[in-house]
């Protein structure tokens, strides 16, 4: 699995005139299944926290890279603490995170001017690992999660904070 990671302000993922997800969702309300998601919360209203562009490659690593990620990515130290040092991780500031599934994370523009994507998990295989990785960062993080929806084309809109991005990669667990 890959991951970009972005400190956000905000954050909020739409697939056409309906809002699914965004870094102020709601802990309080009944959560449909991980990948669709509403967001029941004014999208003015918005919290720092980390927005999560997810993808998988196939074939899978045989380790579990899920629960490696998710771990990795609620205690990451990327916010700043009182002195300005980035010492606190998105549980220490009860921030939230928003999971965007994005195949385009494995593309491949090694031969010619247009990516490829065979690098990418087909559908049978990543909609199963991003969902089971959306529960592994839910529990992570001691509350649910907001996603976009797997497949959807989205649009995802957010306010970089710092700006701090970092790209997590399971197979080289960095």
Do not use: C, H
């Amino acid at each position: 699995m890959r991951a970009v990671v972005q400190r956000v302000s905000s954050a909020r993922v739409t697939i056409p005139a309906l809002p699914t997800g965004s870094t102020s969702q709601p802990s309080d309300s009944p959560q449909p299944p991980p990948a669709a998601r509403p967001l029941t919360k004014s999208p003015a209203r918005s919290a720092p926290g980390l927005l999560v562009l997810l993808s998988a490659s196939t074939p899978p690593t045989p380790r579990p890279t899920g629960q490696w990620l998710a771990e990795k990515l609620v205690r990451l130290r990327i916010f700043e603490d009182e002195a300005g040092q980035m010492n606190r991780s998105v549980q220490d500031i009860a921030g939230d995170i928003l999971v965007v599934s994005q195949f385009t994370l494995f593309a491949s523009t090694r031969k010619g001017t247009r990516p490829s994507f065979n690098d990418a998990a087909k559908p049978e295989l990543a909609i199963p690992l991003y969902e089971r990785f959306v529960t592994q960062a839910s529990a992570a993080l001691g509350r649910p999660v907001a996603t976009g929806r797997f497949g959807a084309m989205m649009q995802v809109s957010l306010v970089n904070d710092g700006p701090v991005t970092l790209l997590l990669d399971t197979k080289l667990r960095e």
